[in-house]
């Protein structure tokens, strides 16, 4: 088989194929078999006609056809190998000229894998040395596990007051709009707390169970607050409960329901070494962008397009499943951030650049430094996801022998291989991951 390579822009390749005669004829005859076995002629069983009247009745152009679906793939897969080509899409293929007896020739134009020229990804001497943990933020982590085990306790007929929380039923308009056409809606609302539209708070000092109130608020120019930034909202709120949150004492008791601890003196130092493991992953974390950042940005690569437009598809269909998740629609969405669906294409295209480069660059890395999974890797990644998603080992086993499961998978293990291999040979002073921690 010969074969001609031309290099296109964008990692494109355009191959120019002149496939063997012996190869042809073999595929004629194997095509001429299967159209005669298909073949039903008036006269004849199925697949018992002749060959020259079955090619007479349905015409010469099916055997071309047949041939042609045959050999192309077998051809183009063949002339891939042979000038060492890895493809990142479907080829677009056009044939130039084909003869059943002497001669197929066929052009190949397809994205491939890009050669990344690296820069420097070693020796940056990044300090990974991560805050020692104080009292203080002892102190305070503890004030929160209180306040995240505290309890609603119902104050009766007290006047709501700031830091008590109220069980509502309520009706709200944005603008023009009749409070009595607004559907009822339920929530738990806490008095003074920043997640509440500004003014709200306000209205509600001093609200009583059974009491009613009706208010307007202006909302500022904010995005965050969505459909209701810059105007203004009419609220119909009717109290049903009053409630305060009273956290547990700080006693042994609550050292053993929260932490699992046998005595209150153990819960400052198992705090303590939580927060410091939270610091350590923290350090990590942005030592590991610096890291990213460094060697993404020093290397030159021509990103193939096929290989961007499957990560936009990817991360669309991820945001999708992320807002019916949540119950949100993409219009609201793109409200609550203040954007329009071209600004939103243009920062999923953006993104989608920024991640291929990125796992070029790796992969670059990993095949320069000889970095690969193992099959230790791949089992105790295996093991672990049984563990997270609750399924017996040999479920997962089974749905990775699946090809492009497995393929995956390995991928993304040699990718976080080769970032912690970038950590270590950038840092000074590197601690390794920390030992998980029961209980806090």
Not at 249 to 277: C, H, I, M, Q, Y
Not at 308 to 335: C, K, P, V
């Amino acid at each position: 088989m010969k074969v001609e390579m031309e290099k296109l822009e964008r990692s494109r390749v355009r191959l120019e194929v002149d496939v063997g005669t012996d190869d042809i004829r073999q595929a004629w005859e194997k095509a001429a078999r299967r159209v005669v076995g298909r073949a039903t002629i008036p006269g004849f069983r199925r697949g018992r006609a002749p060959r020259g009247l079955v090619e007479r009745h349905l015409g010469k152009e099916l055997f071309r056809k047949e041939t042609l679906d045959l050999l192309l793939p077998e051809a183009y897969a063949r002339a891939v190998r042979q000038v060492q080509l890895e493809p990142v899409d479907l080829p677009d293929l056009e044939v130039l000229e084909f003869d059943e007896d002497r001669v197929l020739r066929f052009k190949a134009t397809v994205d491939v894998r890009p050669e990344v020229e690296l820069g420097t990804y070693r020796g940056m001497g990044l300090e990974l040395a991560p805050p020692e943990v104080t009292s203080e933020q002892v102190e305070a982590e503890i004030g929160r596990l209180r306040e995240a085990h505290a309890q609603l306790e119902d104050r009766g007929e007290e006047p709501l007051r700031p830091g008590w929380l109220a069980v509502v039923n309520y009706r709200m308009v944005i603008g023009e709009g009749s409070l009595e056409e607004a559907p009822d809606q339920d929530a738990l609302l806490e008095l003074g707390s920043a997640g509440l539209l500004p003014g709200v708070s306000e209205a509600l000092d001093g609200a009583c169970a059974g009491e009613v109130r009706e208010f307007d608020v202006n909302v500022p120019e904010d995005p965050a607050w969505g459909a209701a930034s810059g105007q203004e909202v009419r609220f119909r709120v009717a109290v049903r409960a009053v409630k305060e949150k009273v956290v547990p004492a700080l006693d042994e008791d609550f050292a053993r329901t929260v932490a699992g601890l046998a005595s209150l003196e153990e819960l400052p130092e198992r705090v303590k070494n939580r927060l410091t493991e939270v610091a350590r992953l923290e350090a990590l974390a942005k030592v590991q962008q610096a890291v990213l950042a460094r060697v993404v940005e020093e290397a030159r690569v021509d990103l193939p397009e096929a290989l961007i437009i499957r990560r936009q598809l990817e991360i669309r269909e991820e945001l999708h499943r992320d807002l019916a998740r949540r119950g949100f629609t993409m219009e609201q969405y793109l409200s609550s951030r203040g954007l329009d669906a071209a600004a939103l294409e243009a920062g999923i295209r953006s993104q989608a650049e920024q991640e291929v480069k990125l796992n070029l660059v790796l992969d670059a890395i990993a095949a320069a430094e000889g970095i690969r999974a193992t099959a230790e890797d791949i089992e105790v990644e295996t093991q672990s996801l049984a563990l997270r998603h609750g399924l017996p080992v040999e479920a997962v086993r089974k749905w990775l022998a699946k090809a492009d499961a497995l393929d995956k998978l390995q991928k993304s293990l040699v990718r976080q291989k080769t970032l912690d291999f970038l950590v270590q040979v950038n840092t000074s002073g590197r601690n390794g991951p920390p030992e998980r921690e029961e209980g806090v």
